[in-house]
C-alpha cells in the first residue's frame, strides 16, 4: 500500500501542472534567449558590415585626398608607399591606385591572391565600377571583405569645371579584411551563448519554487470542486489571499449564485465584440478602398497613373469588342514645357499640369477617364464615343485650356497643347495597345504640324497605313 501510494504521488508530480509549468517556463526561458542571441547576432552582423563599409570609405577618400598630386603626375613612388603605409594596418588587405581607364600606377597586398580576381587584361588594369559604392566579397581563400573605389579628383581650382566639379585624374581601390570584425561578433556570440545559459540554469529553482506556490493553492481550489460536484452543496474554499489565486477561490464559493448573472454577462460581451468585429472589419475595408483610390490617383493633378491606366484600358476595349462600341483614345501634350520649366521654375510648371488636369476634368464626361500618362502628357478615353464626338470634346478642352491658361497662368502662355485622337471603330484596331499608338501617332503628326491643334488618325484598314 505503501509503495502503490509513493506511486500515485510520483506520477501526479510528474504530470502535474507544477512539473510541466516548471519545464514549460525552462522552455520559454531557453526559446527567449535563443530568440534573442539570434536577433542580436543578427543585428550584430550587420553593424559589423555597415562600420566597415564606412571605415573602407573614409579611408578610401582620405586616400584620394592626399594622392591626388601623385596620381596628376604619375608618381608610382609616392603612390606605392602610400599604399604600403596604408596596407600595414590590420584590416586593409590590399590599395591599388590607377589612372582614369583602370590602368594600376601602384599596388600593394598583403600577402598574395589578394588583388588576383580583380585584375583585367593581364595585370595592368582593374575596374572602376561601381564608384564609392562598398560592396561585400566573399572567397573561400581569402575571406570576406569590403572593396570599394573612390575616385582621385584633382586639387588645384585652377582646372575646375563649369559647374564647380573638379576633374577625375584616377581611382583608389582597397579592400577591407572583415575577420576582425568577425572576430569581436564570435566573442559578443560566445558571452549571449553564456548569458542564456546561466539565465537559464537560474531560472529552473526559481520559477519551481514560484510554481509551487501557485499549484498548491490550486489544488485546493480542485479538491473544493470536486467535492461541490459529488453534490456537497458546502464546499468552500478556505484561502485568505488578495492576489488572483484568492479571487478565483472566491469567484468559485459564488459561483452558485452568480451563473445566471455571468451566463447574461458572457452573452454582452460576446454581442458587443461581435459590434466592435464588424465595425473594426467596415472600417478596414474603407480604409482598404481609400488606399486602392490613392494608389491609383496621380499625386499631382488627382487623375488616374498610368500604371491604373493599363487596366482600364484593358477593361474599356475589352467592352467596346464584346457589344461593337466605338471606343476613342485622346492623347493630349503641353507644346513647350521644358521652356516654361526652365524659364519659370518647376513650381510654375506644376501649377501648369494642375491647371491641364482641371481643365480635362470639366470637358469630360463622368464615364470618360482622364489619366496622367506621364511628364507633360495626358490620356482621356472615351467610351461609346465617335470620332466626330471626341474632336468636339477636344475642341472644349484645348479652347477651355487657352481661356484659363490666359486667366490664371499669363506668364506661361508659351505653352500650348497639341491633341492627338484615334477611335476604334469597325472592329479596328484590334489591340488596346494599338489604339494608344494610333492616338501617339495624331499626337506626332499635330506636334509636326505646327502644335497647338488637333490631329485625328482613323484606323488602317488591314495591310494600309493608318489615315488622316
Known sequence: ???????????????????RTTLLLTFVVLAATGLTGATFLKIASRLAVSQTKRHATDLARALAAASAN???SRDRERLLAAAEGSVSESEVCYVLFTDVTG????????????????????????????????QLFLSGDTGSRIDIVFPVQATSTAIVGEKGARPTLGYVRLGVDLEASKKRLTTMVRNVIGLALGITLLMVPIGYEVVRNLVGPLNRIAEAARAFARGEMDARVKLKRRDEIGQLAR??????????ESHSKLVKLNTELEDRVMQRTMALEEANRRFKEMAARDSLTGLYNRRHFNDLLSQLFAESTRYQTDLTCMMLDLDNFKRVNDSLGHQTGDKLLQLTANVIQR???ESDVAVRYGGDEFVVLLPQTSPDEARASAERVLTLYRKELGEELPEANIASMSIGLASRQEGRPTEAMNLVQLADEA???????????IMVVRPPIADTEPTV
Open 1 to 19: 500500500m505503501l509503495l502503490l501510494a509513493l506511486i500515485q504521488q510520483f506520477r501526479r508530480g510528474l504530470f502535474g501542472l507544477q512539473f
Open 443 to 453: 499626337l506626332y503628326l499635330a506636334k509636326a504640324g505646327g502644335k497647338n491643334r
Open 70 to 72: 601623385a596620381v596628376e
Open 363 to 365: 470637358c469630360i464626361r
Open 251 to 260: 469567484a468559485f464559493n459564488g459561483m452558485a449564485d452568480e451563473l445566471a
Open 103 to 134: 590602368e594600376i600606377l601602384a599596388n600593394y597586398q598583403q600577402g598574395t591572391g589578394n588583388i588576383t580576381h580583380l585584375l583585367l587584361d593581364g595585370a595592368r588594369r582593374v575596374s572602376v565600377e561601381p564608384i564609392n559604392q562598398p
